[in-house]
Nanobody, 128 residues
Framework: QVQLVESGGGLVQAGGSLRLSCAASGRTFSSYPMGWFRQAPGKERDFVAVISQSAGTTYYRDSVKGRFTISRDNAKNTVYLQMNSLKPEDTAVYYC?????????????????????WGQGTQVTVSS
Protein backbone atom coordinates (compact mmCIF):
# COMPACT_ATOMS: atom_id res chain seq x y z
CA GLN A 1 0.00 0.00 0.00
CA VAL A 2 1.44 3.36 -1.05
CA GLN A 3 0.96 6.30 1.30
CA LEU A 4 1.65 9.93 0.49
CA VAL A 5 1.52 12.61 3.18
CA GLU A 6 1.76 16.29 2.25
CA SER A 7 2.79 19.08 4.60
CA GLY A 8 3.91 22.69 4.48
CA GLY A 9 0.74 24.45 3.41
CA GLY A 10 -0.58 27.55 5.13
CA LEU A 11 -1.57 31.18 4.82
CA VAL A 12 0.90 33.58 3.24
CA GLN A 13 0.76 37.09 1.82
CA ALA A 14 1.16 37.70 -1.88
CA GLY A 15 4.84 37.70 -2.81
CA GLY A 16 5.69 35.27 -0.05
CA SER A 17 7.05 31.73 -0.19
CA LEU A 18 6.13 28.25 0.99
CA ARG A 19 7.74 24.86 0.61
CA LEU A 20 5.51 21.85 0.36
CA SER A 21 6.75 18.38 1.18
CA CYS A 22 5.34 14.99 0.31
CA ALA A 23 6.64 11.96 2.18
CA ALA A 24 6.12 8.59 0.50
CA SER A 25 6.08 5.12 1.98
CA GLY A 26 5.10 1.67 0.93
CA ARG A 27 7.25 0.97 -2.11
CA THR A 28 10.42 1.94 -3.92
CA PHE A 29 9.95 5.68 -4.14
CA SER A 30 12.90 6.31 -6.40
CA SER A 31 11.53 4.17 -9.23
CA TYR A 32 8.57 6.29 -10.26
CA PRO A 33 7.61 9.82 -11.24
CA MET A 34 6.03 12.25 -8.76
CA GLY A 35 3.69 15.11 -9.40
CA TRP A 36 2.04 18.07 -7.70
CA PHE A 37 -1.49 19.02 -8.65
CA ARG A 38 -3.85 21.60 -7.21
CA GLN A 39 -7.56 22.24 -6.96
CA ALA A 40 -8.96 25.70 -6.41
CA PRO A 41 -12.50 26.23 -5.06
CA GLY A 42 -15.08 25.52 -7.74
CA LYS A 43 -12.47 24.33 -10.23
CA GLU A 44 -11.13 21.03 -11.42
CA ARG A 45 -7.83 19.66 -10.25
CA ASP A 46 -4.92 20.85 -12.42
CA PHE A 47 -1.35 19.86 -13.02
CA VAL A 48 1.29 22.07 -11.34
CA ALA A 49 4.66 20.34 -11.66
CA VAL A 50 6.04 16.86 -12.15
CA ILE A 51 9.44 15.22 -11.85
CA SER A 52 10.76 12.02 -13.33
CA GLN A 53 12.10 9.17 -11.21
CA SER A 54 15.70 10.20 -11.86
CA ALA A 55 14.88 13.90 -11.41
CA GLY A 56 16.33 14.46 -14.86
CA THR A 57 13.03 15.69 -16.28
CA THR A 58 10.66 18.28 -14.88
CA TYR A 59 7.57 19.96 -16.27
CA TYR A 60 5.67 22.99 -14.99
CA ARG A 61 2.40 24.63 -15.87
CA ASP A 62 3.05 27.93 -17.59
CA SER A 63 1.64 30.09 -14.80
CA VAL A 64 4.17 28.81 -12.23
CA LYS A 65 7.31 28.68 -14.38
CA GLY A 66 10.10 30.71 -12.83
CA ARG A 67 8.30 30.81 -9.46
CA PHE A 68 7.92 27.15 -8.44
CA THR A 69 10.58 24.45 -8.29
CA ILE A 70 9.94 20.73 -7.89
CA SER A 71 12.67 18.49 -6.51
CA ARG A 72 13.03 15.11 -4.91
CA ASP A 73 15.28 13.43 -2.37
CA ASN A 74 15.12 9.72 -3.07
CA ALA A 75 17.13 8.90 0.06
CA LYS A 76 14.38 10.53 2.13
CA ASN A 77 11.49 9.33 -0.03
CA THR A 78 10.32 12.92 -0.28
CA VAL A 79 9.33 15.28 -3.06
CA TYR A 80 9.25 19.05 -2.57
CA LEU A 81 7.57 22.02 -4.18
CA GLN A 82 9.28 25.33 -3.48
CA MET A 83 6.82 28.12 -4.21
CA ASN A 84 8.09 31.69 -4.46
CA SER A 85 6.43 34.97 -5.44
CA LEU A 86 3.07 33.50 -4.55
CA LYS A 87 -0.07 35.08 -5.99
CA PRO A 88 -3.69 34.95 -4.81
CA GLU A 89 -4.51 32.79 -7.82
CA ASP A 90 -2.19 30.11 -6.42
CA THR A 91 -4.70 29.54 -3.62
CA ALA A 92 -5.78 25.89 -3.74
CA VAL A 93 -5.50 22.51 -2.11
CA TYR A 94 -2.22 21.00 -3.30
CA TYR A 95 -1.92 17.24 -3.81
CA CYS A 96 1.08 15.07 -4.53
CA UNK A 97 0.73 11.94 -6.60
CA UNK A 98 2.71 9.03 -7.93
CA UNK A 99 2.15 6.05 -10.16
CA UNK A 100 3.37 2.56 -10.85
CA UNK A 101 5.60 2.57 -13.89
CA UNK A 102 7.44 5.26 -15.79
CA UNK A 103 6.17 7.87 -18.24
CA UNK A 104 7.70 9.12 -21.43
CA UNK A 105 6.00 12.21 -22.84
CA UNK A 106 5.07 15.57 -21.39
CA UNK A 107 1.41 14.92 -22.11
CA UNK A 108 1.53 11.71 -20.10
CA UNK A 109 3.37 13.30 -17.16
CA UNK A 110 0.87 16.13 -16.77
CA UNK A 111 -2.27 13.99 -17.04
CA UNK A 112 -3.65 13.42 -13.55
CA UNK A 113 -5.41 10.24 -14.68
CA UNK A 114 -2.02 8.60 -15.16
CA UNK A 115 -1.36 8.73 -11.41
CA UNK A 116 -2.47 5.90 -9.16
CA UNK A 117 -1.78 7.20 -5.66
CA TRP A 118 -2.67 10.52 -4.05
CA GLY A 119 -2.07 12.28 -0.78
CA GLN A 120 -4.78 13.91 1.29
CA GLY A 121 -3.85 17.42 0.18
CA THR A 122 -2.56 20.52 1.93
CA GLN A 123 -4.23 23.93 1.80
CA VAL A 124 -2.32 26.90 0.44
CA THR A 125 -3.97 30.30 0.84
CA VAL A 126 -2.38 33.45 -0.58
CA SER A 127 -3.84 36.75 0.60
CA SER A 128 -3.68 39.92 -1.46
Amino acid sequence: QVQLVESGGGLVQAGGSLRLSCAASGRTFSSYPMGWFRQAPGKERDFVAVISQSAGTTYYRDSVKGRFTISRDNAKNTVYLQMNSLKPEDTAVYYCATRQGGLSSRSSYVNQYNYDYWGQGTQVTVSS
